[in-house]
């Protein structure tokens, strides 16, 4: 598509993130997005994030991502922007 500015991000999210939906609702609000990636519990307690798009969609994401769902109380957040690879297909949770 003409002027779509693709990024990708990876963020961690930490705080009080797994058991409150979190994976699920990151989901919707990707897919909302029209961003693709993946979200998953790490072991430490916090949330990874791969997401990949439009820049402005990925930014609106990030804004979502700094608060979560109702029930999750975020931290603080870590963002990498890194080059777009455009290997995924759609938005997944990975367990």
């Known amino acids: 598509m003409a002027g779509e500015n693709k990024k990708r991000a990876h963020v961690l999210v930490f705080g009080i993130v797994q058991g409150v939906g979190f994976r699920a609702s990151a989901q919707r609000k990707a897919?909302?997005?029209g961003l693709t990636g993946f979200v998953r519990n790490l072991e430490d307690g916090s949330v990874e994030?791969?997401?990949e798009g439009d820049e402005r969609k990925l930014s609106e994401f990030l804004e979502w991502a700094k608060k979560g769902p109702p029930g999750a109380h975020v931290e603080k957040i870590e963002v990498k922007f890194l080059?777009?690879?455009g290997k995924f297909k759609t938005f997944?949770?990975?367990y």
């Open 49 to 51: 994030i791969m997401a």
């Open 31 to 33: 897919r909302e997005l």
């Open 83 to 85: 080059n777009p690879e």
């Open 92 to 94: 997944e949770i990975k």
